[in-house]
């Protein structure tokens, strides 16, 4: 199995920026995809970017050309710079990965408990 571990979030004003990280850890045959999901207070859990072990890309419409994914595939570790962040980006973020455990074939999907950003003056 996977543990996801993220970290940067915090309080941002409108305008500002943050960067997210996240590291994955287990014993596991590959991490296929990384992505980031957020859920703010009430609403549902969203896609916001993923990123393939080859390092394609893919965003949110929300997040096309303020958000940026990248990844460490030799560290394991998956980051999303946040720029020209809104009041409305405030949410949980949660790391997203899916993996091949050892044994049969199959993949599974594994989640970060999340780190909090919020966006405010």
């Known amino acids: 199995q996977v543990q996801l571990v993220e970290s940067g979030g915090g309080l941002v004003q409108p305008g500002g920026s943050l960067r997210l990280s996240c590291a994955a850890s287990?014993?596991?045959?590959?991490?296929?995809?990384m992505g980031w999901y957020r859920q703010a207070s009430g609403k549902q859990r969203e896609w916001v970017a993923t990123?393939?072990?080859?390092?394609?890309?893919d965003y949110a419409d929300s997040a096309k050309g303020r958000f940026t994914i990248s990844r460490d595939n030799a560290k394991n570790t998956v980051s999303l710079q946040m720029n020209s962040l809104k009041p409305e980006d405030t949410a949980v973020y949660h790391c997203?990965?899916?993996?091949?455990?050892?044994?049969?074939?199959?993949?599974?999907?594994?989640w970060g408990q999340g780190t909090l950003v919020t966006v405010s003056p």
């Open positions: 287990g014993s596991v045959i590959s991490i296929a995809t």
């Open positions: 997203n990965a899916r993996f091949v455990p050892y044994g049969p074939y199959r993949i599974l999907e594994g």
């Open positions: 990123i393939t072990s080859g390092g394609s890309t």
